[in-house]
């Protein structure tokens, strides 16, 4: 049974920062990309971030371009985003993702597990 944890969320002032970690296990984490996605209220899930088996590959949605990092330890099982100068319109529950593919993916269609997310609001 894959489980995937997500932590760091919690509430930020705009221009803080946030660490999210997503703890996997139950699948070789090592083999497969991961992904964080987000849903604002009333909206719906929108890719955030991926990174590919290795940690060698990412893409980011053009809206956290040059603010977040995504980035992986295979050895301790986890999938980090590192999230700087945070904006409200970043408000939301932010999910981590493992999909069955070794390369980077950013469909939600293309990822298999999902965890139950972690809210981040940023106050103005």
């Known amino acids: 049974q894959v489980q995937l944890v997500e932590s760091g969320g919690g509430l930020v002032q705009a221009g803080g920062s946030l660490r999210l970690s997503c703890a996997a296990s139950?699948?070789?984490?090592?083999?497969?990309?991961m992904g964080w996605f987000r849903q604002a209220p009333g909206k719906e899930r929108e890719f955030v971030a991926t990174?590919?088996?290795?940690?060698?590959?990412?893409y980011y949605a053009d809206s956290v371009k040059g603010r977040f990092t995504i980035s992986r330890d295979n050895a301790k099982n986890t999938v980090y985003l590192q999230m700087n100068s945070l904006k409200p319109e970043d408000t939301a529950v932010y999910y981590c993702?493992?999909?069955?593919?070794?390369?980077?993916?950013?469909?939600?269609?293309?990822?298999?597990?999902w965890g139950q997310g972690t809210q981040v609001t940023v106050s103005s």
């Open positions: 139950g699948r070789t984490f090592s083999s497969y990309a």
């Open positions: 990174i590919n088996w290795s940690g060698g590959s990412t």
């Open positions: 993702a493992t999909s069955p593919y070794s390369d980077i993916v950013s469909s939600p269609r293309l990822f298999d597990y």
